[in-house]
Each structure stands twice: as structure tokens, then as C-alpha cells.
């Protein structure tokens, strides 16, 4: 089973009091999309979260994830993946790395992501990517670049790691932007609803 680690422990400082993790996306805050779409691919979807008690604790709460409590999710988003990795079990080959705030990535690429591991198995990261090959999300890390993993800290956000990686990252290229389209301020959101709705009409 790949485990799936979702980040969700960050403030939201730019969206001016908001939170763009309990925006509205298909009915639902964006947060339990995440989850969800994540729970369709793993039975082992373990979500870092800011410390309790927090509003996001209650969109979790009666689905199938684990909760990890990142008490310093302050300090930047390399404590949280320090954390959310150190909850590993031992012999765990590979784990998937999900971003909560890109609201357009799907199932199908979860899964196309997660497939690549065995077309491509000379790589040390696989990820999802732009059309034109820039790095997004997802991203599964093997096991052997855990312990660097364990060694971020402040806002290192794992850059250090896949530049480490050196070629062994393997892109896996999506028809869009949606690897790395987060939305992190109320203009981001606006635009993006706009622009959703009209693809509707």
C-alpha cells in the first residue's frame, strides 16, 4: 500500500484571514476533495495539520485518514514533512507527497503518478508536472531519500532533496497547469471560480 501524506498544516497568511483549505470546491472545502481523492487511491492517507484545536480538524473528522499534529507547523513547511514522514513505518518502499491546495489535480493522475513508479524504476522521485516539464505535484519519494527528508527544516519545502536527486526524477506531464496551480490569495480563488464556471457554461 503507497501511503499518501497530505500537507495541510500551513497558515493561509495570504488570504487576509481566510482559509484557502476550507474553500468551497464542488460542494465541498477543498481539504475533503483532497482527502478524497487521495482515499480513492490509498487506504493510507495520513493528513498533517496545524495544531489543534484548528477548523480543519473538523472537515477530517470521520473520514478514513490519520491525523498528524505538527505543533511547529509555524516554522515552515519542512518541519511538516519532516513530521508527516517520520510516521512511516520502517520497510515502507515509496511515499506519496500530496499538496492540499491544488484543487485541480484528479484520481487519474494520482494514479499515472503512482503507476510511473514501476515504468520507471531507476528514478528516486517521480512527479507530476506542466506540459512543458516543470516539476508540481504529486510527487512519491522512495525510501532511500527518507533520511534526508528527516533533516528539513524551516521552509524548505524538500527543493534540497530532488535537487539531490540530480536526473533520477522522473515528470510525469499532464495536459495543464494543474501540478502546480495552488491558490493561495482571495484573488487566486476569484479567478479561479470565475474561470470554472465559464468552462461550465
Known sequence: MLPILILAAGQSRRMRGAD???QDVDGVPLLQRQCAIALA????VRVALPPAPHPRYDVVAGLPVDVVPVPDAAEGMGVSLRRVFATLSPGTPYAMLLLADLPDLTV????????????HPDAL???GATPD???GHPMIFAASLFPDIAKLDGDDGGKSVVRAAGTRVHHVCFDDNRARHDLDTPEDWAAWHAARADRLT
Open 108 to 119: 487519474p493522475d494520482l494514479h499515472a503518478v503512482k503507476q510511473a513508479v514501476q515504468t
Open 133 to 135: 516539464g516543470r516539476g
Open 125 to 127: 522521485i517521480w512527479r
Open 20 to 22: 484557502k483549505l476550507l
Open 41 to 44: 487511491v490509498s487506504d493510507d
